[in-house]
């Protein structure tokens, strides 16, 4: 398994700042992954965090916007950054991890983002 | 493109009513299917997989069973408990699909009264 925490849990922050939302493993991964949950929405993925080397996006998200540190293979970062009322959302990082011949993901807790 | 269709909540139940809680998918290929739970206050939880048609995956008396013929993956158990009060998300993942880009409903909230 796997057991993930992220900084900050919530924040309320102001139109145009940017937030840095962090995330932990305590494990070392190969996979991660940072997803959005918007109010009523389902999940969606942002990118992949690949350590060593640029993120990769998904359609629709930019590395401006979105940019992304992996540093090492228990740790990355997500800055939402120029935040408009629109970025609103659950931030949720998310690790895959083989065992065996199975792979199974595991989610961290989210980050609560109200951008006013 | 791919989709998750899963039943609106909130769904509110007494405690040992029988629960289904349904999910339809569009794909093409063959996609894996899950279930994950997100209790109050904690991530995401994988609750139970499918990898293949007629495949039933079940944990924890949950149970739900992989059909291709109506591409549906719905969920159930027998009895619930106050303790599986949480939001239930459907899931898959298209076979050969890159890890990591799981496609998921928008989730059904689950409420057990005592």
């Known amino acids: 398994s796997a057991v993930i925490s992220q900084k900050p849990s919530r924040d309320i922050c102001q139109r145009g700042t940017s937030l840095t939302i962090q995330c932990q493993v305590d494990?070392?991964?190969?996979?991660m992954f940072w997803y959005r949950q918007q109010p009523g929405q389902s999940l969606t993925l942002i990118a992949t965090?690949?350590?060593?080397?640029?993120?990769?996006?998904e359609s629709g998200f930019v590395i401006d916007k979105f940019p992304i540190s992996r540093p090492n293979l228990t740790f990355s970062t997500l800055t939402v950054s120029n935040m408009s009322p629109e970025d609103s959302s659950i931030y949720l990082c998310?690790?895959?991890?083989?065992?065996?011949?199975?792979?199974?993901?595991?989610f961290g807790p989210g980050t609560r983002l109200t951008v006013t | 493109g791919d989709s998750v269709t899963q039943m609106e909540g909130p769904v509110t139940l007494s405690e040992e009513a029988f629960l289904t809680i349904n999910c339809t998918y569009t794909?093409?290929?063959?996609?894996?299917l899950f279930w994950y739970v997100q209790y109050p206050g904690e991530g995401l939880q994988l609750l139970l997989k499918?990898?293949?048609?007629?495949d039933k995956g079940s944990n924890k008396g949950f149970e739900a069973t992989y059909r291709k013929e109506t591409t549906s993956f719905h969920l159930e158990k027998g009895s619930v408990q106050v303790s599986d009060s949480a939001v239930y998300f459907c899931?898959?993942?298209?076979?050969?699909?890159?890890?990591?880009?799981?496609?998921f409903g928008k989730g059904t909230k689950l409420s057990v009264k005592p």
């Open positions: 899931a898959l993942r298209k076979y050969g699909g890159s890890q990591g880009n799981l496609i």
């Open positions: 499918a990898t293949k048609a007629d």
């Open positions: 998310s690790v895959g991890k083989l065992a065996g011949v199975n792979y199974e993901q595991y």
């Open positions: 494990s070392q991964v190969t996979m």
């Open positions: 794909a093409t290929g063959y996609p894996s």
């Open positions: 965090a690949n350590q060593g080397s640029e993120a990769t996006y």
